[in-house]
C-alpha cells in the first residue's frame, strides 16, 4: 500500500499527526514530518523559501526509501508540497492540499505576513508562538488541544519563525496549479482565520483532478480539533481508485 507522507505547517511538527499515524498507521505507513527549524528539528536551519523546504522534505523521503507516496500538506505545508510536486510529480501519487492556498501573501489572514514578522521581533518566539497558535482554533485557547499545539509552536527559534514567514511570503504557486495531475483532495474548516475561502476556492477550481471537504465548526486545525470527521475524509479519499 502507497506510504503517506504528511507535512505540517508554520510552527507545527510530527507530534500533531498523532491522531493520524493512530487511526492510519496499521493500513498503510505513514510518514510524519519535521521541517528544518521546527518541531523536532527546532535546532536546525530553517531555510527561507519554500522550495528550501521542498528540497529537504523530499530529502527526508529519500532517506527513507520511500519512492512513490500520497502527500499531505497542512497551511504552509501545503505550499511546500504543491512545491514538491512541481519538482518531482512522478512520485506523487495522491495529493491532499489541507488548510491552505496557492498564495503565500495569505491574503484575508488574521493579520499580514508583515505584522506577524514586526510582533515576532517585538514579543519573542515563545510569545508569538502561543499567541498565533491561538488562532488555529475555533476556541482559541480554550481549545483542548491548544496547550499540546502552543507547546511545539514554542520550540521553534525565533530565526526559524523569521525563515518561515519569509518564505511564505515570497512564495506563489498559481502559475503552476494546472499543471497537477494528481487527484487531490482540499480540505477546510469554515471558520478558519489564515486562509480565506477565496484561496481555497482558487485549488478547488483550478486543479483538473480535485475533491473538495469543508468541515463545519472548525478553524485551521481541523485534524487536531474534529480528527474523526478528518480522519474518515482522508481514509475515504485514499481508499478510492
Partial sequence: MTPLVLVHGFMGGSAQWRDQIDALGDTRRVLAIDLPGFGLNA???APDTIRGFASAVLDTIT??????FHLLGHSMGGMIV????????????????YGTGATGVLPGRFETIETSQRR????????TARRISATWFLNQEAAP?????????ALSPLTSLHAGLSAMKEWSGEEHLSDITQKTLVVWGDQDRTYAWAQVERL?????QTSLAVVPNCAHAV??????VFNQILMDFLAQD
Avoid at 504543491?82 to 492540499?97: D, F, G, N, S, Y
Avoid at 515576532?120 to 510569545?127: H, S, T, Y
Avoid at 488541544?145 to 509552536?153: G, I, K, T, V
Wanted: hydrophobic letters at 45%; a negative charge.
Fill in 43 to 45: 535546532d536546525l536551519e
Fill in 63 to 68: 532517506a527513507h526509501d520511500i519512492e512513490r
Fill in 82 to 97: 504543491q512545491e514538491m510536486v512541481a519538482l518531482t510529480p512522478e512520485r506523487v501519487e495522491k495529493l491532499i492540499l
Fill in 120 to 127: 515576532a521581533a517585538v514579543d519573542g518566539a515563545e510569545a
Fill in 145 to 153: 488541544a491548544y496547550q499540546a499545539c502552543a507547546d511545539l509552536a
Fill in 204 to 208: 478547488w477550481k483550478d486543479i483538473l
Fill in 223 to 228: 485534524h487536531l480539533e474534529n480528527p474523526r
